[in-house]
C-alpha cells in the first residue's frame, strides 16, 4: 500500500466524518423536536417523522462506524481489504429502515379503526415540519457531494435517507392540514405513508447491499465500456470470462485476455499490464484488476494441464536424440503447449543446416503422442 493511498484513505474518512457529524447533529435536534412536539401537537404523522429523523441519527452512527473500519488496509485476514463493512452495514440500515417502517405503520393502522385513538395535531406542528423540510433537503445536498466526491453508495444512501425526511415532512404537513381542517384520519394516513416511504428505501438499500455481497456483475453498461477498453488495448487478440464485482465503493475486474502464442514472458505480461493501466486509469471506481495471459482461447480450446511439464517432455526428447549428433549443439528448446497438444522449437548453429537433420528431428518425435509437431531453426551466431 502506498503512502499517496494511505493518506487518501485518511483524507477520505476525515470528510466523511466531518459531513455525518454534521448531519447527526441536525438529525438529533429534528428528531426531538418532532418527537416532543408531536406529542404536545397531538400529531400521530409528526411523532412518526421524528422517529423517522431518529433513524437517520442511528444510520449516521453506522456510516461513521462502518467507513472507519472499511478505510483500514488490507492484512493478512483480510487480503482484500475491509470494503465489505460498508456494505454489510449498508444491508444492517436497510433492515432496520424496514423494521421501524412496519411498527409506524401498524400503529397508525390501528388507530385509523378505532377513531377515539386519533390524534388532533395544531398549528405548532406545522412550523416543526416547514423547519424539518428546509433543513433536510439541505442536509441531503451537502451530503450528496460528498457522497459523489468519495464513490460512496453508503454515504449516497445516506443522503438519500436525509431527503425522504424532508419529503415525509412534506406528507406531515399536508396530513397536519387536513386534520386541522376536520379531517381528523388524515394524520394518520401521512404517518402511514411516511411508513410505506421508510420501507421502500429500506428495501432498496439492503437489495442492492445484497446483491453487492453476493458478488453481483456490474452493470450491462459498465461492462461493455471495461470490454471496449480492454480489446482496444494493443497486442490484446481477443478476451473471455470476463467477471466483475463492487467491495464498497470500488469495482474489482477479472479477465482473460488472449495474445500471440510466441510472445516472450515478458511481453506478455507488458500486455496485461497495459490492460490494468488502462482500465484503472479510464474508469474511476475500478481499483484493482486481475489479468489472466492466454495464447489461446482457453474457454473452449482443449485442456493442456494434463500434458507433461518440461522436465519429463525434455527428458523423453533427450533419449529420442541420443543418436543424433547434432542434438548436442542445440542452443535453445522451446515448448508451446496449445490445442491440447505440445509444439516444439529447436535452436541450431546456421553450419548445422541440413534438410536430412531436419527429418531427423520430425522422426524423432513420431513416438511421443503429446507432442504435435517440432520446428527445426538454424540460426547464426
Not at 423517522?52 to 462506524?65: K, Y
Not at 451530503?143 to 468519495?150: D, L, S
Not at 405513508?193 to 453481483?216: N, P, Y
Amino acid at each position: 500500500m502506498t503512502d499517496n493511498t494511505v493518506i487518501g484513505k485518511d483524507a477520505r474518512y476525515r470528510e466523511i466524518r466531518k459531513v455525518t457529524l454534521i448531519g447527526s447533529a441536525l438529525d438529533l435536534l429534528l428528531a426531538v423536536a418532532k418527537i416532543i412536539v408531536g406529542y404536545i401537537g397531538q400529531s400521530q404523522a409528526l411523532i412518526a417523522d421524528g422517529i423517522h429523523s431518529m433513524s437517520d441519527l442511528v444510520t449516521d452512527f453506522m456510516v461513521l462506524f462502518a467507513f472507519k473500519h472499511s478505510s483500514r488496509d488490507a492484512d493478512e485476514d483480510h487480503p482484500y481489504g475491509h470494503g465489505r463493512i460498508e456494505t454489510l452495514m449498508t444491508v444492517g440500515l436497510g433492515l432496520a429502515l424496514i423494521l421501524i417502517g412496519v411498527g409506524i405503520a401498524l400503529d397508525a393502522t390501528r388507530r385509523l379503526f378505532e377513531p377515539g385513538l386519533l390524534l388532533h395535531p395544531n398549528w405548532i406542528v406545522l412550523v416543526i415540519a416547514a423547519i424539518s423540510i428546509v433543513s433536510k433537503e439541505a442536509i441531503y445536498h451537502y451530503t450528496m457531494v460528498a457522497a459523489r466526491k468519495f464513490k460512496s453508495g453508503l454515504l449516497r444512501a445516506n443522503a438519500w435517507h436525509s431527503r425522504t425526511d424532508a419529503i415525509s415532512s412534506i406528507i406531515v404537513f399536508v396530513g397536519v392540514l387536513g386534520s386541522m381542517a376536520g379531517l381528523d384520519y388524515l394524520d394518520a394516513i401521512a404517518a402511514i405513508g411516511v411508513a410505506l416511504m421508510i420501507i421502500k428505501i429500506g428495501w432498496d438499500l439492503g437489495w442492492h447491499s445484497i446483491r453487492e455481497l453476493i458478488d453481483t456483475g456490474l452493470d450491462s453498461e459498465e461492462v461493455e465500456r471495461i470490454r471496449k477498453i480492454i480489446t482496444e488495448v494493443e497486442g490484446v487478440r481477443s478476451m473471455h470470462m470476463l467477471r466483475t464485482r463492487k467491495m464498497g465503493p470500488d469495482a474489482l475486474v477479472d479477465v482473460h485476455i488472449q495474445v500471440d502464442s510466441h510472445l516472450s514472458v515478458s511481453e506478455g505480461h507488458q500486455i496485461s499490464e497495459s490492460v490494468r493501466y488502462q482500465l484503472m486509469k479510464n474508469i474511476e471506481d475500478v481499483s484493482d484488476v486481475t489479468v489472466h495471459i492466454d495464447p489461446e482461447d482457453d474457454e473452449f480450446a482443449a485442456i493442456s494441464c494434463q500434458l507433461p511439464p518440461r522436465e519429463q517432455i525434455m527428458s523423453r526428447l533427450n533419449q529420442e536424440w541420443q543418436n543424433i549428433e547434432a542434438a548436442k549443439q542445440i542452443q535453445s528448446v522451446t515448448l508451446h503447449y496449445l490445442d491440447g497438444f505440445i509444439h516444439i522449437d529447436v535452436k541450431l548453429p546456421l553450419a548445422l543446416a541440413d534438410e536430412n537433420l531436419v527429418k531427423d528431428f520430425k522422426q524423432s518425435v513420431e513416438q511421443i503422442d503429446e507432442v504435435k509437431e517440432i520446428k527445426v531453426g538454424f540460426y547464426a551466431d
